[in-house]
């Protein structure tokens, strides 16, 4: 699953890009930006998300207990930050090429998630970090799921499905109208995934990353009503 960050790093495009509103870090100045951002044009203006959430305060949310035997998902602490760079180059250079954008958001998650109002969920067998994945702010009335990664070993248990649902049940409870994903048909059983969450394929825009050949979105605008 690829995160969108900009190609190079730039503090000039992360101005353009962001602004003072991610500088501020609020979610709900992120979610009234004027211009709808890349995969999210379709999710309609909103009035902020569901309360002022800065970034401190969303990264130490306590998520629900999404358990299944002895895996739990808690948050992201910086005693993780190793665990989410290794997790995710593993499986990115397995399948793909490391791209300077990975680098990038892996290298410094404080700066390109949290501090921007994103979370980072961490699921853990015993005490061993066995996944992870991302939630950043992408536009009005967007969240965006990334860089989700699970141990090898791990795998065929069910730990990304229950990554997925604890960032989706987060970005219900801020009131998001969209999810958007980037991610590769090669990576079958992820799609499957996917679409078994209820995403659906989108019209491809171009991404900084080389890898992304489809573009995945969840709409969760009359969810109640169905």
Same mark, same amino acid.
């Given at each position: 699953l690829a995160q969108r960050p900009r190609t190079e790093p730039s503090t000039e495009r992360d101005s353009a890009r962001y602004g003072d509103h991610a500088r501020r870090g609020s979610l709900r100045r992120l @979610?009234? =930006?004027?211009?709808?951002?890349? !995969? %999210? !044009?379709? +999710?309609? +203006?909103v009035h902020g998300l569901t309360g002022i959430v800065g970034p401190r305060r969303l990264e130490r949310m306590k998520p629900s207990d999404h358990t299944g035997g002895d895996v739990r998902i /808690?948050?992201?602490?910086?005693a993780y930050a190793h665990a989410f760079q290794a997790l995710n180059e593993e499986w990115i250079r397995t399948h793909f090429t490391l791209e300077a954008t990975d680098r990038e958001m892996l290298g410094d998650?404080?700066?390109f998630i949290l501090r921007r109002g994103g979370a980072i969920f961490v699921a853990l067998r015993g005490v061993?970090? /066995?996944?992870? %994945?991302? =939630?950043?702010?992408?536009?009005?009335g967007c969240l965006e799921l990334a860089k989700m990664a699970v141990a090898p070993a791990a795998r065929g248990l069910g730990i990304g499905?229950? *990554? @997925?649902?604890? +960032? *989706?049940?987060? @970005?219900? @409870?801020l009131g998001a109208r969209? /999810?958007? =994903?980037?991610?590769?048909?090669?990576? !079958?059983?992820?799609?499957? =995934?996917?679409?078994k969450l209820g995403f659906r394929e989108i019209p491809l825009e171009a991404s900084p990353y080389?890898? /992304?050949d489809i573009q995945m979105a969840l709409d969760f605008v009359g969810e109640a009503a169905r």
């Open positions: @979610a009234v =930006l004027p211009t709808p951002s890349h !995969g %999210c !044009g379709g +999710a309609v +203006a /808690v948050a992201y602490t910086p998650p404080e700066r061993e970090p /066995v996944g992870v %994945c991302a =939630l950043a702010p992408h536009g009005e499905e229950k *990554l @997925a649902r604890a +960032a *989706l049940e987060r @970005a219900r @409870a969209r /999810v958007f =994903l980037e991610s590769n048909t090669k990576l !079958g059983p992820a799609i499957a =995934l996917y679409r080389q890898r /992304v």
